[in-house]
């Protein structure tokens, strides 16, 4: 069975920094690209971030880039996602999720975790 | 960033309804566009891929089509457990994006 479980979410306060985590099982996990979507309270989802299988392709929402970096270890079967400078704004629950083939195809998603930024 | 428009942003319709829903992207992106539903507290559910793949074990009530800027997503035949908040997604190229979602309410 496929499976991807978030992990590393909480409480931090603004300007601090957090790292998610998305451990995957049940499939070949160094084949497939990984991606982050969040969604904020009472808001729609967003895509926040993408990592190639090998790393060699990564990409970031205009909202995070520069403060968020997206990797993986797939000796491990983890996608990570390093969180700085954290704002209000970044409050939201994180899903992964995986892509299959292409055009639009995530298949598999975590059941999220949530960050909250405050003071 | 290309933009994804949906239309319209909340629909209150009834069981056995024909439902379409629109999303416009502000430049071409050949096929590379997902519909997914969303409910509160789930993940989200991938239901079209390639603008009109069905994924398999979506009831074949859901359908899409389109290619280009112009797609939509058509529930023949509204379902009580339909009820969500639905999603396209482009990933022709970065940043990726989703439009702002559709909410189909029960009228």
């Known amino acids: 069975e496929v499976q991807l479980v978030e992990s590393g979410g909480g409480l931090v306060k603004p300007g601090g920094s957090l790292r998610l985590s998305c451990a995957a099982s049940?499939?070949?996990?160094?084949?497939?690209?990984i991606i982050w979507v969040r969604q904020a309270p009472g808001k729609g989802l967003e895509w926040v971030s993408s990592i190639s299988s090998s790393s060699s392709y990564m990409g970031y929402a205009d909202s995070v880039k520069g403060r968020f970096t997206i990797s993986r270890d797939n000796s491990k079967n983890s996608v990570y996602l390093q969180m700085n400078s954290l704002r209000a704004e970044d409050t939201a629950v994180y899903f992964c999720?995986?892509?299959?083939?292409?055009?639009?195809?995530?298949?598999?998603w975590g059941q999220g975790t949530l960050v909250t930024v405050s003071s | 960033a290309i933009q994804l428009t949906q239309s319209p942003s909340s629909l209150s319709a009834s069981v056995g309804d024909r439902v379409t829903i629109t999303c416009r992207a502000s430049?071409?992106?050949?096929?590379?566009l997902g519909w997914y539903q969303h409910k509160p507290g789930k993940a989200p559910k991938l239901l079209i891929y390639?603008?009109?793949t069905l994924q398999t074990g979506v009831p074949s009530r859901f359908s899409g089509s389109g290619s280009g800027t112009d797609f939509t997503l058509t529930i023949s035949s509204l379902q009580p457990e339909d009820f969500a908040t639905y999603y396209c997604?482009?990933?022709?190229?970065?940043?990726?994006?989703f439009g702002q979602g559709t909410k189909l309410e029960i009228k």
């Open positions: 997604l482009q990933d022709y190229n970065y940043p990726y994006t």
């Open positions: 999720a995986r892509r299959r083939g292409n055009s639009g195809n995530y298949d598999s």
């Open positions: 049940g499939f070949p996990f160094s084949s497939y690209t």
């Open positions: 430049q071409a992106i050949r096929h590379d």
């Open positions: 390639a603008a009109s």
